[in-house]
C-alpha cells in the first residue's frame, strides 16, 4: 500500500508544490490519476480489471516541469518509474529498440525496489551474523575436541563418596570468550575497519561470450552468465581486504541468503502492473507529418508497436509474464511543429487526459530560485558551505538573475528553467573555483555583482549563445 492510498488529490497537489512552481493544470491531472488507481484498488474484482489507467499528454516547451512532476507523483506512489524517450524506438526494419524494453526495464526497476526493501528488513538479521563471521576470522574458535572430563572424587566426613565432572577446556573458553568479547565492541566502535584481514570469496568462471545478432535481440531474456555459472563448478579464492571491505561483502553474501527472491519477484511485479508509471517523453517526435514515405513512415511504425503496449498487453520478462493493462503512461512533447491529434486515433483514445504546461516567466524564475526544497539557490549555499564559504543573496541579485534568464530564453533558445542552472554556474565560477583558497568568508551576491559577473556575455548576444 503506497503513499496515494493515504494522500487526497488536494494533498498530492500540495507535496508536488514543495518542488515545482506553478502549472496547477498539470498537478491537478497527475493527483487525479494517482488516486484513481486506490479508488480502483476498493472496487469488486470483475469491475476492478475493466478500469483502464487514465492516462495523460502533457503539453509544453521544455523546462517547464514535465519530467519533474512525474518524477516526484512517482515517488508520492512509491511506484516503480521509468523514462523513456519516444524517438529510441523505431519499428522492426529499422535502427532502434523493441518497444517492449519498456516493459523490460520497469520490471528490473520494480524488482531492485522490492529487494532493496526487503533487504532492508533483515538488514539487522544480517549485520548480526556478518559481525560473527569477522569475529571467527578475527578470533577462530578453537577446534572441536572430544569433551573429555576428568573425575575427581570428595571424600564427605560419612564417608560417601560424590563424583564431580569439571571440563577440561573451561577455563579456555572463558578466555576465549571474553576475547571474542573484546573484539566485538571494537568491531561495533569501528576501531577495527582499515585492519587487513584475509577471507574467501566465491569465483566464478564464467566464459566470455560475445553475441552478434540484429537489432533486439539484446532484449532477449537469456542471462547468459546464470546459465553458464550453474555449468561451472563454484570455486573461491582468498583475498585480503580490509574489514571494513570484508563486512561489505559479507553483508552482500548474507543479503542473498537470508532474502526470498521467489516472494521479490512476485510482489515487484504485482506492484509494477497495478502502480507502475512510464514517462514517454518526446512523444512529438514520433508524429509524422502526413508523408507516406520516407522517415515518417518509421515514426507511425513507432506509434503502432507502442499502442499494444498502452492498451494491454503481456510481456515475456527474464522474470515471467507481466500485464500492462494497468501501467499508468505519461505523455509529454512540445508539439512544436504538430499537435496530439496527429497521433493515430488508436494511440490518441488511449490517452483520455490532455494538459498544457504554460512557459515561465520571471516571477516563476524567482520562485524556482528559493521556494522549492530543492531550490538553486539553496543548493549552491549547500555545496560552497562544504568550503567554509557561506553564500548570501540579496533579493535584488534574485530578481536581476530571474530577468537575465528571461532575457536570455527570449533572445535564444527558450529553455524553460533549465536556463537558471547555466546562469547560476557562471555567475558563481569564480567563487567555487577558488573556494578552497578564500577559507572561512561570507559572500554577499547583490545585482551588481551579477551584472558584473555576466554583463559581458549578455551583451555579446553571439557570446551568450555559447556560454548561456
Not at 13 to 41: C, F, H, M, P, T
Not at 204 to 230: C, T
Not at 448 to 462: G, M, T, W
Amino acid at each position: 500500500m503506497g503513499l496515494d492510498d493515504k494522500l487526497t488529490p488536494r494533498q498530492i497537489v500540495q507535496e508536488l508544490d514543495k518542488y515545482i512552481i506553478g502549472q496547477e493544470e498539470a498537478k491537478k491531472a497527475v493527483a487525479i490519476a494517482l488516486r484513481n488507481r486506490s479508488r480502483r484498488q476498493m472496487l469488486p474484482s470483475e469491475m476492478r480489471d475493466e478500469v483502464a489507467p487514465k492516462n495523460i499528454i502533457m503539453i509544453g516547451p521544455t523546462g517547464v516541469g514535465k519530467t519533474e512532476i512525474a518524477r516526484r507523483l512517482a515517488r508520492l506512489a512509491d511506484a516503480p518509474f521509468l523514462k523513456v524517450e519516444a524517438s529510441k524506438y523505431t519499428e522492426v526494419g529499422y535502427v532502434g529498440r523493441d518497444v517492449e524494453s519498456m516493459i523490460r526495464d520497469l520490471t528490473d526497476i520494480a524488482v531492485s525496489m522490492i529487494r532493496s526493501s526487503q533487504s532492508e528488513a533483515v538488514k539487522e538479521k544480517a549485520s548480526q551474523i556478518v559481525e560473527n563471521r569477522l569475529l571467527d576470522i578475527l578470533v577462530p574458535p578453537l577446534p572441536r575436541r572430544s569433551r573429555t572430563a576428568k573425575r575427581r572424587v570428595i571424600e564427605l566426613p560419612d564417608g560417601e563418596e560424590h563424583g564431580a565432572s569439571e571440563p577440561v577446556e573451561k577455563v579456555e573458553d572463558d578466555s576465549l570468550a571474553s576475547t571474542r568479547e573484546k573484539f566485538r565492541q571494537r568491531l561495533r566502535q569501528k576501531k577495527l575497519e582499515s585492519k587487513l584481514i584475509n577471507i574467501e570469496v566465491q569465483s566464478r568462471l564464467v566464459p566470455m561470450v560475445e553475441v552478434f545478432s540484429p537489432a533486439g535481440f539484446e532484449e532477449m531474456d537469456i542471462n547468459f552468465k546464470d546459465l553458464f555459472s550453474s555449468m561451472f563448478p563454484k570455486r573461491t579464492k582468498e583475498r585480503k581486504v580490509t574489514v571494513a571491505e570484508a563486512r561489505g561483502i559479507f553483508m552482500e553474501e548474507e543479503l542473498d541468503r537470508l532474502v526470498d527472491m521467489d516472494k521479490v519477484v512476485a510482489e515487484a511485479i504485482e506492484r509494477m502492473e497495478n502502480s507502475g508509471i512510464i514517462f514517454l517523453d518526446e512523444i512529438d517526435k514520433i508524429v509524422g507529418s502526413g508523408s507516406r514515405t520516407g522517415p515518417d513512415v518509421s515514426r507511425e511504425g513507432v506509434q503502432r508497436d507502442i499502442l499494444p503496449i498502452v492498451e494491454g498487453s503481456t510481456v515475456a520478462t527474464r522474470y515471467g509474464m507481466v500485464r500492462t493493462d494497468h501501467i499508468l503512461f505519461i505523455a509529454a512533447g512540445a508539439f512544436h511543429s504538430s499537435k496530439p491529434s496527429d497521433l493515430i486515433p488508436e494511440l490518441q483514445g488511449r490517452f483520455p487526459i490532455r494538459v498544457e504546461l504554460k512557459s515561465l516567466g520571471k516571477e516563476e524564475f524567482k520562485r524556482i530560485l528559493v521556494e522549492p526544497r530543492n531550490a538553486l539557490v539553496k543548493q549552491y549555499i549547500a555545496l560552497l558551505n562544504t568550503e567554509g564559504v557561506k553564500i548570501e543573496y540579496t533579493e535584488d541579485a534574485i530578481d536581476e538573475i530571474a530577468s537575465l534568464a528571461c532575457y536570455i530564453n527570449d533572445q535564444t533558445e527558450n529553455i524553460g528553467a533549465r536556463r537558471l542552472h547555466t546562469i547560476m554556474e557562471r555567475l558563481l565560477s569564480e567563487i567555487s573555483f577558488s573556494a578552497p583558497e578564500i577559507g572561512n568568508q561570507t559572500i554577499e551576491i547583490d545585482a551588481a555583482y551579477v551584472r558584473k559577473q555576466l554583463a559581458d556575455i549578455i551583451e555579446d548576444r553571439d557570446l551568450s549563445r555559447y556560454i548561456l
